[in-house]
């Protein structure tokens, strides 16, 4: 059977972990081009300090780390380990950080992932560089470690290569052929490509791939320091690159880790610097690579003085050297994954960290080869984000906002500051009359609770659940009273920012309904039900909100992210069968 040709666009870990997973389910056609030289290409894959911290409060993401790790510590390069698992730590100086660590230790409990907290005695157990002042204690995850991404590369594409795969270096693409919403080839410096499917993994060069093939990929590439110091007494006797575990202090946004007998410093703390794409250097053109600007040492003056806290030891030794080093933002911190719905074969795999990439080409290559990935990829679908959301503007404010919260203690509630205020209900003068209180779903200003309704919470007060601390935040009581109104009496809810709204009918309407969704939708004239749409492998794809105006009208509601997509399905499905859709 003829092999479909597919073409990777970038050699740095995503590329490479996206054909190694592609090569094991049996593609044989791939060609990875990559613009700098293999495999030290000059990405940001090029110079990651490798830091792997597995627990995050996105189960999904905690997954991919977990199988990035599993991953890594299969590919041994020349007797060389691409894993080292020497555990982390978190520390924590206020006591909200604490409390902090706990959920998160739960959270691994949950998921799988062993981590204990510790006391501060305990804390210097595991690292005796730490001064232990300030520090209410801590959160080890002995399974985490440093990552060597470039050594992984070395044995993912030597399997790819064994598979029959090709990389070609110092091959630029420049444009995208398309025609008829499908892609059909790259051309580059060195010639056209012809192709079925194109995977673009070009970092955070991205946005300019995605434009030569006429689609928005929403990232912003962000500088972020990253520092070594010179060697410290203290690891004078090391030998190996690292031994210690990773030690992460969010309350100063900044991390730390071995490097023989000194530390690397990253940090997150200084201001936002956001990169253009004008701005970005091709390799060669500058003595460093294009992922490094010069470091701004007036940033990191503070972050210093925090490590020095942290970490006496370092004040004798000093800082040898350090860079501005760039990689990719998103609006919601998520990555960027999945097939374009606007042209049809091209790929996209951006805005991923070491820590998630052999995880992500998993995926990847299992939703290109079986039409659908085993974790569910809802969250990172290049497809979520709707128009308003593809402006530069927009995704910029963003991604800076993401930047600057990234070490935050972060709320599932809590809600973004920037780019708000973008899309408002025709009711809305009318809820900010009544005191709503507003989150944001989608771009839309939705109102949660409204404040005139106070005066229901005594009616209430005996059935309403009471809330405090963490779970009473970006909450309030007159929510469950609203409910518990709505129940007796009535209430009017504004749906305007659900997604896609379709009205199926005709006399096939009912079994194409039944064959959709997995529930039975032979319900009451005037009823509603809330069910799902499964893809192809019995996955979620969405959930949908069906309403039965007549015996062969149906009115639904489909509320997931890639929406789109199944709304394209769903007329794909009907036109067979002449069903009526508006
Ligand atoms: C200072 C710093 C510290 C970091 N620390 C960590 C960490 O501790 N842990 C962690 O998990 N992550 C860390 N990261 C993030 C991580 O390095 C990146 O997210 C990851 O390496 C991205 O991999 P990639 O393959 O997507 O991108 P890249 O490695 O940038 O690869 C993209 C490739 O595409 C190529 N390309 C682009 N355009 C073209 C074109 N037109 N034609 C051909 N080829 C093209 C590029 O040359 C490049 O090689 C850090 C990043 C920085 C900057």
Known sequence: ???????????????????????????????????????????????????????????????????????????????????????????????????????????????????????????????????????????????????????????????????????YGHTEVTGVEVADGRVKAVETSSGKFETDLVICCAGFWGPRIGEMAGITIPLQPMAHQYALSNDLMELANETEEITTPLVRHQDSAMYYRQVFNGLGIGSYQHRPLPVEQNDITKYGETKEMPSIKPFTSEDFEKPWQDALDLIPALKKAGMKKGINGIFSFTPDGMPLLGESQKVRGFWVAEAIWVTHSAGVGKSMAEWIVNGAPTLDLELCDINRFDTYAQSPAYYKKRSIENFEKIYDIHHPFMQPETSRNMRFSPYSIRQKTLGAYFNEKSGWEQPQWYEVNDSLVATYEKSILKRKGWAAQYWSQIIEAEHLHTRKHAGLFDVTATKKRLEISGKEALGFLQELTTDNIDIPIGTVMSTLMLHELGGIKDEIKVVRKAASTFFCVLQGKSTQDCNEKIHKLASLIYLVIS
């Open 1 to 167: 059977m003829k092999q479909e040709k597919i073409t990777i666009i970038g050699a740095g870990i995503v590329g490479c972990s996206i054909a190694y997973y592609l090569s094991k389910l049996g593609k044989r056609n791939i060609t990875v081009i990559e613009q700098g030289p293999l495999f030290e290409t000059g990405g940001s894959t090029s110079h990651a300090p490798g830091l792997v911290y597995q627990l995050n409060f996105s189960k999904l993401l905690t997954t991919l780390a977990s199988q990035t790790v599993e991953a890594f510590k299969e590919l041994n390069h020349e007797g060389q380990p691409s894993f080292y698992s020497v555990g982390s730590l978190e520390v924590a100086n206020t006591q909200e950080r604490l409390e902090d660590l706990k959920r998160k230790a739960g959270v691994g409990s949950s998921w799988g992932v062993e981590a204990y907290l510790l006391s501060p005695e305990e804390c210097a157990q595991k690292c005796s560089l730490i001064n232990l002042d300030k520090i209410y204690g801590g959160l080890y995850v002995p399974s985490d470690g440093i990552a060597k991404p470039l050594r992984a590369i070395e044995e993912m594409a030597a399997f790819t290569r064994s598979c029959g795969g090709e990389f």
